[in-house]
């Protein structure tokens, strides 16, 4: 069982092939699944479609002179015990993008999840460590040979593993929409992202400043199942500036009740839609859904349509977007700051009603969210039944009442 990874340099200038070769080879890597470096068995000159590999394998000087002009890529292994090669390439176009990659590792790995096993202890915790580490040196220590502006990894699952991780202009820091497990930055976007110290307190599993100056950021100990890592979002502290206290103090705040829902469990949700959250929000903004809670997203009923990720305590949403669903598409999930029980927004059946749904239906000027907020402040930190039921057939009282002011004395009297 394969994993396969991307790595992309994004540098002006096409790296010196043999420079990468000598450093490959420096850190251990061969050239032979059996260990040699005297011949390059696996190695293509030019694209991947069309290239060759008619040169004779002991002739590596020519090889390696044959692929610095014209692109190509060398396999590397990294050893029988680890089960992880690196093909190692260099792009050559006549007209190339300024974001398309002039050097790139494409890794195949045996699985990094330790929960995967298929006999003879291939799979603990500590080898599964081994290939994770040995990747990450890989990465840095060509990207002191290459010195690139910036270089992010990508795993190879999905229609559309690249998406928000390649950038699309520059700076390339406001240019991404995340970042990915492994990256490293140049001093330029290094200070784009607030200076070199700031990035080195990056609080990921793996900060270190190579000999070249960039800085290799992993985020944590595994990119598939992580033990060690950051208690805060790495993309909120480089991307949007915010510091490890500021999300911490968030995070605090921070409660989806959809987060205890099960797969398949129905709720209602009150989501405010992108156009509609700059400025004091209103009533009119606020848009009631229900939805279907799939994989750690939530799915409207009515249309099937894709709604929202759950967040998860950080704040960070769980899981990537469907791919034909945009960043600018996912609504602001209002609910997540008000403390409101799992109970308010749980519903049994798709037509059913509960506190939120009600609340939605009421008359009022008032904000019906300082409503909510109001209403789950009187709720005990363990709900039972009888707790929540009163409550529920107030609000369903009120929505039923059509004299508005009368709505509200009653808001007043019983609620507030």
Not at 30 to 41: A, F, I, L, N
Not at 387 to 414: F, H, K, N
Request: with cysteine; aromatic share 6%; charged share 30%.
């Amino acid at each position: 069982m394969d994993e396969k990874y991307f790595i992309h340099y994004i540098s002006d200038e096409t790296p010196d092939m043999e420079a990468i070769v000598d450093r490959c080879l420096e850190l251990g890597l061969t050239t032979t699944q059996d260990g040699r470096t005297d011949v390059y068995s696996d190695y293509t000159i030019g694209n991947r479609f069309d290239g060759n590999n008619d040169i004779d394998g002991d002739d590596r000087q020519k090889i390696v002179d044959e692929i610095s002009a014209v692109g190509g890529r060398i396999k590397f292994w990294y050893g029988q015990e680890s089960t992880t090669t690196a093909s190692v390439s260099v792009s050559k176009s006549d007209e190339p993008e300024w974001s398309d990659h002039k050097a790139g590792i494409d890794l195949r790995t045996m699985a990094l999840d330790p929960s995967v096993d298929f006999g003879e202890g291939r799979y603990t915790r500590e080898k599964v460590q081994k290939r994770v580490e040995s990747i990450t040196d890989l990465v840095g220590g060509l990207a002191e040979v290459v010195e690139p502006e910036y270089v992010y990894g990508v795993l190879l699952v999905g229609m559309n593993p690249h998406r928000g991780l390649k950038p699309t202009g520059r700076p390339i820091s406001e240019n991404v929409e995340r970042l990915p497990w492994i990256s490293v930055l140049s001093d330029t976007i290094i200070e784009d992202f607030g200076g070199r110290k700031r990035v080195l307190d990056t609080p990921a599993w793996r900060v270190e400043e190579l000999e070249t100056g960039h800085v290799m950021i992993v985020k944590t100990n595994n990119p598939i199942d992580p033990t060690e890592g950051p208690s805060v979002s790495i993309d909120r502290y480089l991307l949007d500036g915010e510091s490890e206290e500021e999300q911490k103090r968030e995070r605090s705040d921070i409660d989806d009740p959809f987060a205890a829902l099960d797969p398949g469990d129905i709720g209602s949700d009150v989501v405010v839609r992108q156009e509609n959250a700059a400025g004091d929000l209103t009533n009119e903004d606020l848009e009631l859904v229900r939805c279907e809670v799939r994989d750690w997203s939530l799915w409207e009923v009515e249309t099937g349509e894709f709604l929202r990720r759950v967040i998860d305590e950080s704040g960070t949403p769980i899981g990537d977007l469907p791919d034909e669903v945009g960043p600018e598409d996912e609504p602001y999930p209002t609910l997540i700051r008000l403390g409101v029980p799992v109970s308010f927004v749980r519903l049994d059946g798709p037509g059913d009603e509960n506190v939120v749904t009600n609340v939605m239906e009421i008359d009022i000027d008032e904000s019906k969210l300082q409503l909510l907020a109001n209403v789950a402040s009187r709720v005990p930190d363990d709900p039972t039944p009888d707790d929540i039921e009163p409550i529920e057939e107030l609000v369903g009282q009120l929505a039923r009442l059509d004299d508005t002011d009368g709505v509200e004395d009653l808001i007043e009297t019983r609620l507030l």
